[in-house]
């Protein structure tokens, strides 16, 4: 037999409130007189003929231990599985996590560029082949053809190796439009600095205008001020200006304008 705590936190953890043992029980508490005694049955007859139950003698009625105190029920604890409790925090913690966007990298470029100084002027020029200019390349004849149409020396001399892009093939190194257009500009800002100043920087060809002048198609024959650099006059390229003579009328025009930048610092030199 158990003892009577033992008993209640037995019957605690069974949600049991009221209970009635049917034999006295060891080392319990006494029982309540109340709860010994029978509902009445309610029945349609006269209460006189239904037998009233005759009550046991009160020394008949087998003594149970009465308790002395109701006391309330044990609230019971069911474990949770470890498993369970850790998984809670964790799926909180993901919902409130945002998503991450994975922002596609830009493919890099592809160009190749040449610096070149014709005067009181610098030429960054694409190179159609992605090779340097030959003195028979139609591209250079035009080009020549330019030089001397705007009163600068035809004979432009290279400044520095071309410009290849991208640098290096594969590897980890960001190489997309953002870098090329930094490594252009310092590239040109450098080597100005040690041919000396110049009035006007052309830009021929998309790939110098995109990636030195941080402009697009729609600023050939324009002129452009570009921080780090000064004034650039963006031109077609040369391929496209054989290809599409009647380019050449527009740039000639926009040539008249421009070429008097350097044309009025050098009557003043």
Not at 246 to 252: D, N, Q, R, T, V
Request: aromatic share 6%; net charge negative.
């Amino acid at each position: 037999m158990i003892e009577e705590a033992r008993r209640r936190a037995y019957l605690g953890a069974m949600q049991v409130v009221s209970w009635l043992p049917r034999v006295a029980l060891p080392f319990a508490a006494p029982s309540r007189p109340e709860l010994l005694e029978e509902p009445a049955v309610a029945v349609d007859e006269p209460a006189a003929e239904v037998a009233a139950p005759v009550a046991p003698p009160r020394s008949e009625v087998q003594a149970v231990p009465r308790p002395a105190a109701e006391r309330p029920p044990i609230p019971v604890v069911v474990p949770r599985p470890a498993a369970q409790q850790k998984s809670a925090p964790a799926d909180t913690a993901e919902e409130a996590k945002p998503p991450v966007v994975r922002v596609r990298a830009e493919p890099p470029p592809r160009f190749a560029l040449q610096l070149l100084r014709a005067g009181d002027c610098a030429l960054l020029v694409e190179l159609p082949t992605g090779e340097p200019l030959a003195s028979r390349d139609p591209a250079y004849l035009l080009l020549k053809d330019l030089l001397r149409a705007t009163g600068l020396p035809d004979s432009p001399r290279l400044i520095g190796e071309p410009v290849r892009w991208p640098l290096f093939a594969g590897g980890n190194m960001d190489q997309g439009p953002q870098a090329a257009r930094e490594f252009v500009q310092g590239f040109v800002a450098a080597r100005l600095e040690e041919s000396g100043p110049c009035s006007c920087l052309w830009l021929v060809g998309l790939p110098a205008v995109r990636f030195a002048g941080e402009a697009d198609a729609d600023a050939f024959h324009r002129e452009l001020q570009v921080e780090g650099l000064g004034a650039a006059w963006a031109v077609p390229g040369l391929e496209s200006l054989i290809e599409e003579p009647s380019l050449k009328a527009e740039l000639w025009r926009a040539m008249r304008r421009v070429r008097q930048r350097w044309m009025n610092r050098s009557n003043e030199a």
